[in-house]
Structure formats: C-alpha cells, structure tokens
C-alpha cells in the first residue's frame, strides 16, 4: 500500500478490488480504491473515476471542505435506478491525488463488496484489528446496586481504539429484567446487534445491552452472547471495579 498524508486527511490506496451495485446494476469495479479519512474513526472510500459504470449527472450541489476544497454533487444514474446527489467530486482539490476520484454517498448505494464479500457500514479499517479471547475472569454486571450478569467464562473483545467488551452468555445474565428493544445497529467488523433495555425497579435502561444472534464469520465466537455498555454499567473483573471509559458510547 501506499501513503500520504496531507495535513489531517490521510489518503492511502488498497489493493482490493471494491463493486458497487445500485438498483442490482454495477456502479463501479475497481482494483485500485482509495481510503481516505475524512475523520479520525473510519476511512471512506473514493473510487476511480474511469472505473465507473454508471453516468454521473450534475445535481446542482456542491460541498465544501476545509481541507478537501470545494466538491460537485452529482446524481448517479444506472438502467432503473438514479442515486440522487449520491456522488460528490473534488476537481480542483489542494489534495490532487482526490482531482480523479468520485466519492459515491455509502447508504445512497445498494452493496458494497470488497472482493467478493459483502461489507456494511462503512470499509474496513486496515488499521482497525479485532481479537476476540475465551476467557475464565469472573465478570460481574451491577447496574443501579443490582446484580444483572454474573459469568466465569466470558468472551472478552479487543477492539482498536475501544475498551475491552465483555461478552457473556444468557445464562449467566439476569433475562428477567431485560426486555427486547426494537433498536438494531450494524458493525462492518461484526454484523447487526439487536439491544435489550434493563428495568431495575421504576427504572428502565435503554438500549444498554446489545449482543449479535447471527454475527459475520470473523466474529463467530461472539454469537448469541450479551454484551453490557462498560461506559453506562458498574463491571466488576474478578472482583475489582472497571473505571468507566470516555467513548463516544458514554
């Protein structure tokens, strides 16, 4: 791979080959994407140009960038099936490795594949990595003085740049206090997570428990397992209190 970075915005190229489909037509085909971190969480990708399949008609929107210029907006445009303004193209960027890229809007598009393998949300971090460990620590969950889980064999998540997540079976989880949430979320790294919300005496907890039924393959070893929110729950790991950590979850 190669890098530059250019003041905040870092711009590497991947050596996947990344589709985009849009309607079920091709969008896009492309061996030599480019990541570019437009902000510090997670890159984005802008594809070639001349890999486009589909026309891109100006949309009469723009966007400006402190650091990336001044972008048009277009509409992107496929047999039986127009993104509107789902496009945007930096022509004349202070970044000129940009001057040849179309940024394609993520949730505009129908599937994104980077090889052949679906993937959600957002690309993969190549600089992201997660690890998930069988574990026989003594995981203890208080909420509001109450004891709502309790395991001596959980599954403990490292993730880059977040705390340490403890994932513990059912069983080992007060269910009688938990009610289903219609909130779901999705994790390019882990699939979708349906949450449960906690009720601890006229108190409910909203969405502070989550856990993936049917997680991607990367992250088999966190099925069916619950997962309480470090940075909203007292956990206790064998025996000592767990500082609550700073994330944009608190």
Known sequence: MTEEK????????????????????????????????????????????????????????????????????YDVVVDGATAAGAALRYHDSPLPELNDLVRLDWNSMGEWFEEDEPVYVHPRDPYSRVDILASS??????????????????????????????????????????????????????????????RIGDKEHTDIVWGYRTPLPESQKIAGLACFYNEKVDIYVDGELQERPHTPFS
């Open 6 to 73: 250019r003041g905040r915005v870092k711009i590497e190229t991947s050596q996947k080959r990344v589709r985009v489909y849009l309607g079920g037509q091709l969008v896009a085909d492309t061996a030599r994407p480019v990541l570019v971190w437009e902000s510090p969480h997670y890159p984005t990708y802008y594809l070639p140009v001349a890999d486009l399949h589909a026309k891109l008609e100006p949309s009469g929107t723009g966007k400006h960038s402190p650091s990336r210029g001044e972008a048009t907006g």
């Open 137 to 198: 620590r003594h995981v203890r969950v208080e909420i509001d003085g109450v004891t709502v889980a309790d395991s001596h064999s959980p599954r403990i998540l490292f993730e880059t740049g977040l705390p340490a997540r403890y994932y513990l079976p059912l069983t080992d989880v007060r269910m009688d206090l938990l009610t289903t949430s219609p909130t779901h979320s999705s994790c390019p790294y882990k699939g979708t997570a349906d949450y449960w919300n906690v």
